[in-house]
């Protein structure tokens, strides 16, 4: 066969045929442009398939198969090829289809955690990694809990009904008794927590105890009447307040960053001695800032217990929780803390 | 306790700024409140804790300073001329109440001019804050802001037969303090009187009448001991606080007592002239044992974790004013100075090595001892309660414990019993201690209404507190409440969400009961086996009417001990079924009353072995049923667990529920 033989040239203009075709379709970007190149190629009357197979009888009948088979394939492939740009500029141009991908979404309606809870459970977790398991008491106490077991003696100043919340119960005696007299009130420290554990147990002890605590401040935007407290408590052989600082180092470092670092200064509680205040100064920041405070269990404390102050030694700590939240999330005033409006408790 | 610097240098060189002054108090337990300028002096701020009242004069803060920079301190001996008759020939003392006033000492100047103050006097007492009245007066305010020790004078001609009793007051009995104010005392508070009446408020406030005013000339000096809790409590009786009671509440220094009346005297001649007449009358001058406290060196590195050598315990508290009592190889014996009777124990002078050395001496890197722990059932349990609430579009509520008497009531059936109630003038009205959490969050729904969030779906984990007929504490329970804008069922699928994802085994009943807060037929009460669970309804609408809130809700409160109780934490896997499950559903007619519970304990006791589930669908009324009816729409799913069912069982089965039903109730397919 030569390039002259008039099938091999048929067969020639056949593959261009194609060729130009599918490039028709696929370039076409519109449903006008789809359609110039339908009436173009397949079209009925004039179109170039058409004049394609017309040509076939002009061919030898001995090259008309050859031809005819081609020829089919090229119309198939064509076909195809424009069915494929009709649905391509369709979708393209098919208002409904298309989605305003600006739009916001459609979102699943969740709640929120309360601050002061999600400040409560980062503290139980971090205590939880070095060995401090929760432990609960109640919110009304005793003043055995409160104030007795605690080193705080009937004469103390701490029990004044001005300074607690104590269940009314008639007729209060006064001038005789412990201050305050012994009937229950809400607890004004989350320390009564800790004779608990320690009235139930035998050393070791590694306990946190977290919740509501109640004083009759006066409200304002850094004071509230009940308020919530973490209070660590570790007895043992031999702790000590070296203990006590890296325990509360470690803490530090976990919650606020590994630029923190914290100092005591003396102070007075009742039932710790030692006793220090916690401060702790950022990177950076000029002022230290009040954490809370801590101390070694005084003697008096583990011997209301029933524990040897010979055998064993404890520190104990307390933060204020609404501190911690607040000082972590930018809230300027303690009040916002139990208003309950969404718009606030939505933030967190 | 304001410190005027001038007035320190009066007893030690302060050759430092006020800067280093202050951050070595602040590190030694006299925490820096403020310091300003004030005209050519310094006013420090210093917070004292209430143990130290030795710090509430500028004595005991010299002291303080002289041990921390190590330097020398001076402290004026007073030793005034006396002339003319002694003291105990114009006047005395009777103490009746010698456990209220264990000391008393009086000493009278005679022939003094009172007027103003010299300008130094008058200087540092306005440095401290303290305003400058008349030179008697201001000599006694001197003496207590140099020495600890309050003290009060006397005009002797104004005392009815020129003596003093200290006595209990005698019903009836008033006083006009030099507050002006007139107070109504009783036999707990402790008088200072003369021959007939009050004259002072022992420990507290002098009386008007006996004051020192410009024609006074002849004074009684008053410098004595009181019981701290006397004072205290007739302090807060009376509402009358005086930087006098303030001293008397704390242990003070029972030596300075005799110190300051001598040191009284001698600026008042000083200051306003006259004549001391010799002697002193002094009530009780008894001298309170100081025990010596043994200090075991090793104890020092048992409570702080750091040795501190013997010659450095030794120094500091030498320095401190204690006196050495005795020493072996292993302890310090040391009695303390009158000023510390806050130190009695070994712990005490362990504290006092520990700050004056310096917590800045503890290391912070200790390893500490490990000790695994994981989150308890209840931190778990909380979290899984949590979450489902947020899931369900809760937001979580923190309110408050107490409230409103008539919001404090339980969400129950049945009579309640009165909340109990704390007694506080600043919670007068919110004095009760809530039996229930729902009217809180409903109160806080109405906050949210109010400030135009109509949305306000909340729930909340706290205690509520019941009285109890026996036992000292209430019976304090924790519960997680819910309160929502949304009908009984969207608020039951919270509950029944709630107890899927704690994977509680035991099936939930709910009984239709009556509770007060709660909307008549639209309430239950929520069983977990034969626990109560809690109580859950709609609202009532006279509820919401009373609580302002405009829109309908709902609200569910359980115990969370039975959600604690039958938690399971740790799910099983169940193998998935090997075998389709055929599922048929069903509408019955029934009678419009019959609850849907009942009609399903018929059902699965009908179905036979192989039903898996019953699960209800829908309730049609009205259309072309007959009057009284519902029609209960139901799907139920079979499987046996070895092989396909075939048809032929599953109509079977459905043919018994469908017989049993109408034998049970008359129900009838619906057509």
């Known amino acids: 066969m030569t390039t002259d033989d008039p099938l091999s040239t048929a067969l020639a203009e056949l593959d261009a045929l194609r060729s130009e075709g599918l490039s028709a379709f696929e370039t076409a970007a519109t449903p006008e442009g789809v359609e110039a190149a339908r009436v173009e190629f397949l079209g009925q009357k004039n179109g170039r398939v058409k004049s394609a197979q017309e040509r076939i009888k002009t061919l030898d009948?001995?090259?008309?198969?050859?031809?005819?088979?081609?020829?089919?394939?090229?119309?198939g492939d064509l076909e195809s090829a424009f069915e494929a740009a009709r649905v391509r500029v369709e979708r393209k141009s098919d208002a409904r289809a298309r989605v305003d991908v600006t739009l916001p979404g459609v979102r699943p309606r969740l709640g929120h955690r309360?601050?002061?809870?999600?400040?409560?459970?980062?503290l139980i977790d971090l205590f939880g990694r070095i060995g401090f398991e929760v432990a609960r008491g109640p919110e009304v106490e005793d003043v055995h809990h409160n104030f007795d077991a605690l080193n705080i003696p009937p004469s103390h100043p701490a029990r004044d009904p001005l300074d607690n919340f104590y269940l009314a119960v008639g007729e209060r005696t006064s001038g005789v008794g412990p201050i305050g007299g012994d009937v229950p009130m809400l607890r004004s420290q989350t320390s009564t927590v800790q004779i608990r554990v320690m009235e139930a147990r035998k050393p070791p002890v590694r306990v946190i105890a977290i919740g509501?605590?109640?004083?009759?401040d006066t409200v304002d935007a850094t004071h509230s009447f009940m308020f919530h407290q973490v209070e660590g408590l570790m007895v043992d052989r031999g702790v000590t307040m070296a203990d006590l600082k890296s325990v509360l180092r470690l803490f530090a470092r976990a919650y606020l960053g590994r630029d923190v670092t914290i100092r005591f200064r003396p102070s007075f509680f009742p039932f710790t001695e030692p006793s220090v205040e916690v401060d702790m100064l950022w990177h950076g920041g000029n002022r230290w800032v009040e954490m809370g405070g801590a101390g070694m269990v005084d003697p008096n404390v583990l011997r209301a217990v029933g524990y040897d102050p010979e055998e064993v030694t404890g520190f104990a700590f307390g933060l204020g929780i609404e501190r911690l939240c607040m000082r972590r999330h930018a809230i300027d005033d303690i009040r916002l803390l139990y208003q309950n409006d969404v718009r606030f408790l939505r933030q967190f | 306790m304001i410190v005027s610097w001038n007035w320190l240098t009066?007893?030690?060189?302060?050759?430092?700024?006020?800067?280093?002054?202050?951050?070595?108090?602040?590190?030694?337990?006299?925490?820096?409140e403020d310091f300003s300028d004030v005209g050519g002096d310094i006013a420090i701020d210093l917070e004292v804790t209430s143990n130290r009242a030795d710090c509430l004069g500028h004595i005991g803060l010299a002291r303080e300073v002289s041990v921390l920079f190590e330097k020398k301190i001076c402290v004026p001996n007073p030793e005034p001329p006396t002339s003319g008759p002694p003291v105990g020939s114009i006047t005395g003392v009777a103490v009746e109440e010698p456990t209220l006033c264990p000391r008393f000492t009086a000493r009278v100047v005679s022939g003094v001019m009172v007027g103003p103050s010299p300008w130094w006097m008058r200087k540092r007492l306005e440095t401290i804050g303290v305003r400058p009245i008349s030179n008697i007066v201001d000599v006694t305010n001197y003496v207590m802001f140099e020495c600890g020790q309050p003290l009060h004078a006397y005009d002797l001609d104004r005392l009815n037969g020129r003596r003093l009793v200290v006595r209990r007051a005698r019903p009836g009995e008033k006083l006009t303090a030099i507050n002006n104010k007139v107070y109504d005392l009783t036999p707990d508070m402790l008088a200072i009187a003369d021959a007939d009446r009050p004259v002072g408020l022992a420990g507290v406030m002098g009386g008007l009448d006996t004051e020192i005013g410009p024609g006074t000339s002849n004074v009684l000096i008053?410098?004595?001991?009181?019981?701290?809790?006397?004072?205290?409590?007739?302090?807060r009786a009376l509402a009358l606080f005086s930087p006098s009671s303030f001293r008397f509440e704390r242990p003070i220094d029972p030596e300075a007592t005799e110190w300051a009346n001598r040191r009284c005297a001698e600026l008042i001649l000083q200051v306003a002239g006259g004549t001391l007449h010799p002697g002193r009358i002094d009530v009780g001058a008894h001298r309170p044992d100081r025990p010596a406290i043994t200090l075991r060196l090793g104890q020092l590195a048992r409570i702080l974790g750091i040795e501190i050598d013997r010659a450095t315990v030794a120094r500091i508290l030498t320095a401190l004013g204690l006196e050495p009592a005795g020493s072996d190889a292993t302890s310090l014996t040391f009695r303390p100075p009158s000023w510390r009777s806050d130190l009695e124990r070994e712990i005490d002078l362990i504290e006092e090595v520990a700050r004056i050395h310096g917590y800045d001496h503890i290391p912070e890197d200790r390893a500490v001892p490990l000790s695994s722990t994981s989150r308890g059932h209840r931190e778990r349990v909380e979290g899984v309660i949590r979450e489902t609430m947020i899931g369900a579009g809760l937001d979580e509520a923190a309110t408050f414990s107490l409230v409103e008497e008539r919001l404090a009531a339980p969400m129950a059936p049945g009579p309640s019993r009165p909340s109990l109630r704390v007694e506080h003038s600043s919670r007068r009205r919110e004095s009760a201690l809530r039996q229930s959490l729902v009217p809180s969050l409903l109160t806080a729904r109405q906050h949210n209404e109010a400030h135009g969030q109509f949305d306000a779906d909340l729930f909340e984990i706290a205690n509520t507190y019941a009285p109890r007929s026996e036992g000292v504490l209430p019976d304090e329970r924790t519960r997680l409440a819910f309160v929502a804008g949304r009908d009984f069922r969207?608020?039951?699928?919270?509950?029944?969400?709630?107890l899927e994802r704690l994977h509680i085994a035991k099936p939930l009943s709910a009984l239709p009961v009556e509770v007060p807060m709660l909307a008549t037929g639209r309430a239950a009460e929520l069983r977990l086996g034969d626990a109560i669970l809690g109580y859950m309804g709609e609202i009532d609408p006279a509820q919401l009417e009373s609580l302002e809130l405009r829109e309908a809700c709902a609200a569910t409160e359980?115990?969370?001990?039975?959600?604690?109780?039958e938690a399971v934490l740790v799910a099983q896997n169940r193998p998935m079924p090997p075998f389709p499950g055929v599922v048929r559903d069903l509408s019955l007619v029934v009678a419009r009353d019959l609850p849907w519970g009942e009609l399903e304990a018929?059902?699965?006791?009908?179905?036979?072995?192989?039903?898996?589930?019953?699960?209800?669908?829908?309730?049609?009324?009205?259309?072309?049923?007959?009057?009284g009816t519902q029609s209960l729409h139901f799907g139920m799913t079979f499987r046996h667990p070895e092989r396909t069912l075939t048809g032929e069982e599953v109509e079977a089965a459905v043919k018994a529920v469908v017989a049993a039903s109408e034998e049970r109730f008359g129900a009838r397919l619906r057509g």
């Open chain 1, 61 to 75: 009948p001995s090259a008309r198969k050859a031809y005819g088979q081609r020829f089919n394939a090229v119309k």
């Open chain 1, 114 to 122: 309360h601050p002061l809870t999600q400040t409560a459970e980062e």
């Open chain 1, 212 to 216: 509501r605590v109640y004083r009759p």
């Open chain 2, 10 to 32: 009066d007893y030690l060189r302060l050759d430092i700024s006020v800067e280093v002054l202050t951050e070595r108090l602040t590190l030694s337990g006299l925490n820096l």
């Open chain 2, 222 to 235: 008053e410098s004595a001991r009181f019981d701290p809790i006397s004072v205290r409590r007739t302090s």
């Open chain 2, 490 to 498: 969207g608020l039951k699928g919270i509950v029944e969400t709630l």
């Open chain 2, 558 to 565: 359980l115990e969370l001990d039975v959600l604690l109780r």
């Open chain 2, 602 to 627: 018929v059902v699965r006791a009908a179905a036979g072995p192989r039903l898996e589930a019953v699960d209800y669908l829908d309730t049609f009324e009205g259309g072309n049923l007959p009057e």
